[in-house]
Every structure is written in structure tokens, then in C-alpha cells.
Nanobody, 128 residues
């Protein structure tokens, strides 16, 4: 059974940092792009960051650019999201997800429908 399990969420003050992890099990995702989404109640799930299957390219939504860094460790089948300079508007449930397609090269136009495996989410709360 394929599983993605997020961890690392929590409560942090404005300006603080958190590092989210997403551990995959059941199969390797070394040939799939991986993404981090976030969602607040009443709003659409938003794509925050994506990394290509080989780790060579990344994409960030404008609101997190320069503050968040996505990375992956293929040997550990794990994806990370380093979040710095956190703001109250970053408060959300963060989900990791795996691309349905193998070895996709163009990631900046990806949407939620491109991802087929999802984690259960981890809450990030940034206090002002």
C-alpha cells in the first residue's frame, strides 16, 4: 500500500522556521515529481512548491518564493519543505503529494489534478 506521511508541523511565532518531511512507503517515488500543497478552511488547496523527479528543478508559488525550499532525498524516499520567515498567512494544513506521471520535466504549470498520491496533512500554525 502506497503511503505518504507528513511530519514536522506545529506552532511557531512569526519569523520562525519549520521543516516539514514527507516519508513515502509502499513504492519508490524517485521517478515522480513531488509537491507540497496547503489548505485553509473554506479555501482551495494551493500548490506551494514542486520538485522534479530528479531534484534538478523546483517551482514555488509567489507567496512563498524566497522563504520556502523544497528538496528531496531519493535514498530515503523523503521530500522536505524548509519554511523560513514564516508569516501568519502561512497557517494551513500542509499536504505532500506525488505526481501521477513519471519523469515529468515541466512542473510550473502543474495543478492538483496532476497528483495521484496524497498524505494526510500536517498542521502549521504561525502566531502573530
Amino acid at each position: 500500500q502506497v503511503q505518504l506521511v507528513e511530519s514536522g508541523g506545529g506552532l511557531v511565532q512569526t519569523g520562525g522556521s519549520l521543516r516539514l518531511s514527507c516519508a513515502a512507503s509502499g513504492r519508490t517515488f524517485s521517478s515522480n515529481a513531488m509537491g507540497w500543497f496547503r489548505q485553509v478552511p473554506g479555501k482551495e488547496r494551493e500548490l506551494a512548491a514542486v520538485i522534479t523527479w530528479n531534484g534538478g528543478n523546483t517551482y514555488y508559488t509567489d507567496s512563498v518564493k524566497g522563504r520556502f525550499t523544497i528538496s528531496r532525498d531519493t535514498a530515503k524516499n523523503t521530500v522536505y519543505l524548509q519554511m523560513n520567515s514564516l508569516k501568519p498567512e502561512d497557517t494551513a494544513v500542509y499536504y505532500c503529494a506525488a505526481d501521477r506521471t513519471f519523469r515529468r520535466w515541466t512542473i510550473k504549470t502543474m495543478s492538483r489534478n496532476d497528483f495521484g498520491s496524497w498524505g494526510q496533512g500536517t498542521q502549521v500554525t504561525v502566531s502573530s
